[in-house]
């Protein structure tokens, strides 16, 4: 699987289970997701990044979330240069 | 009661003027990063970037974004500015589209800086300057 792939399918993984994150983390708390699953989560980034770590993952190429915030799916800019 | 509270001042630049900040980026490992953002209230986005700078400066993957500006690949920055009272991690964007259209006003701009930075602290202008003040400290 390549890292677009990995993307996708965490990205996918995260709205499915965006709902249930919310239910089960305090809020803030940082969640780590690869291969479509949860696989760690932490009370800060670096934390998270020390569990990653000794489980033997790349913390930079993980996807990591914070439960409870949204994350929005569309976004406009309203600087200058609106493209189509 | 508050005590040092730390502002950053800085004179309208660009054609046309924009205004913008100089902020500092650490990466999980190697040397900070300081870059000057078009400051832009009207961007949802906290940070948007080149690919490049976001391939040096991220601390993780999170979720893509469609915009204005087509699909931005999102990552946690870290700004770390203790002279403003921030250490924050943020999510921010990568998109080549923006940042060409912020270096369209002054080819020293790096990306933008939006409403989820700015609001951390105080912001304002007048007619030679924009400024952004930290956090207040509790004394």
Redesign the interface.
């Known amino acids: 699987m390549n890292d677009k792939q990995e993307?996708d399918l965490?990205?996918a993984a995260?709205r499915r289970l965006k709902e249930h994150i919310r239910q089960t983390y305090p809020h803030g708390r940082f969640v780590?997701l690869a291969g479509g699953e949860i696989v760690a989560d932490a009370a800060s980034?670096e934390q998270l990044?020390t569990v990653l770590e000794a489980m033997g993952k790349d913390?930079?190429?993980?996807?990591?979330?914070q439960a409870g915030v949204d994350?929005?799916?569309?976004?406009?800019?309203?600087?200058?240069?609106?493209?189509p | 009661m508050t005590a040092g509270i730390s502002e950053q001042r800085n004179p309208y630049k660009g054609e046309p003027q924009r205004a913008w900040l100089r902020l500092i980026l650490r990466p999980?490992n190697g040397v900070l990063r300081e870059l000057d953002f078009?400051a832009?209230t009207?961007?949802?986005?906290a940070l948007?970037l080149s690919e490049a700078a976001m391939a040096q400066l991220?601390?993780?993957?999170?979720?893509?974004?469609?915009?204005?500006?087509?699909p931005?690949?999102?990552g946690?920055l870290?700004l770390t500015m203790p002279e403003l009272g921030l250490d924050e991690?943020m999510?921010g964007y990568a998109s080549e589209?923006?940042v060409a259209?912020?270096k369209?006003?002054s080819p020293d701009f790096e990306g933008?800086v939006?409403l989820p930075v700015l609001r951390l602290g105080e912001y304002g202008g007048d007619a030679d300057s924009f400024w952004f003040r930290g956090r207040k400290k509790p004394t």
């Open positions: 993307l965490n990205e995260y780590a980034m990044h913390p930079v190429k993980t996807f990591i979330i994350y929005p799916e569309y976004l406009i800019i309203l600087t200058q240069d609106v493209r | 999980k078009l832009d009207g961007s949802p986005c948007v991220t601390w993780g993957k999170t979720s893509t974004a469609d915009t204005n500006f087509g931005l690949a999102g946690w870290r991690f999510p589209e923006v259209s912020a369209q006003n933008l939006g």
